[in-house]
């Protein structure tokens, strides 16, 4: 079955970075596009970024754009997230999320989710 | 971008009873590429419906979507203790995706 376990969470200061990662498995991860999504505490749920499936192409929240870099690593199963330059509005647990059709982008709702991985942005 | 607009905020019904749960969309979804999402307490979202009206693997027949365009509505035919949760409309068909602020079905 689907497995998708993010990790990198944690607390940081605002300014400084921090890597998130999702390792996938029970899937042929480089068929799907990946997404990450938030949720700040107590709040909606936020659509962060996403990767195609080959790697080539992402699209950012206006929110992260130029600070949050998203990638993968499909020999390692592994979707990763670098965010830079954190504000305080970071704050949120952080899900990746897998497409639901292979081979394609904006033409499928999220299948499967992580649990998400929390990260805390305080001074 | 698309602006999702769930209504109600909060629907407070009891067991038994039909929810009806509405998003609208501030232009029109391209072919209804529109989810919606459940989500209860401390929990990843689960899809329940998507290209608005097909329900997803293993989700019951009293959960069931409608609407194309820019109105959008998921109901509950007989409300379950289960399906007290927040529910999301999520538009997947151009950049940024963007969900609805969320419905909370609480128990009346």
């Known amino acids: 079955q689907v497995q998708l376990v993010e990790s990198g969470g944690g607390v940081v200061q605002p300014g400084r970075s921090l890597r998130l990662s999702c390792a996938a498995s029970?899937?042929?991860?480089?068929?799907?596009?990946m997404h990450w999504v938030r949720q700040a505490p107590g709040k909606g749920l936020e659509w962060v970024a996403l990767i195609s499936y080959d790697g080539r192409n992402t699209y950012y929240a206006d929110s992260v754009k130029g600070r949050f870099t998203i990638s993968r690593d499909n020999s390692k199963n592994t979707l990763s997230l670098q965010m830079n330059s954190l504000i305080v509005e970071d704050a949120a647990a952080y899900f990746c999320?897998?497409?639901?059709?292979?081979?394609?982008?904006?033409?499928?709702?999220?299948?499967?989710w992580g649990q998400g991985t929390l990260v805390t942005v305080s001074s | 971008d698309i602006v999702l607009t769930q209504s109600p905020g909060i629907l407070s019904l009891s067991p038994g009873d039909r929810a009806t749960l509405s998003c609208r969309a501030s232009q029109s979804i391209s072919s209804s590429y529109l989810a919606w999402y459940q989500q209860k307490p401390g929990q990843a979202p689960r899809v329940l419906i998507y290209r608005a009206s097909t329900r997803a693997t293993g989700i019951p027949d009293r959960f069931s979507g409608s609407g194309s365009g820019t109105d959008f509505t998921l109901s509950i035919s007989r409300l379950e203790p289960e399906d007290f949760a927040v529910y999301y409309c999520?538009?997947?068909?151009?950049?940024?995706?963007?969900f609805g602020q969320g419905t909370k079905l609480e128990i009346k």
């Open positions: 999320a897998k497409d639901g059709r292979p081979n394609t982008w904006f033409s499928s709702s999220l299948f499967d």
């Open positions: 029970g899937f042929t991860f480089s068929s799907y596009t």
């Open positions: 999520q538009q997947y068909g151009s950049s940024p995706l963007t």
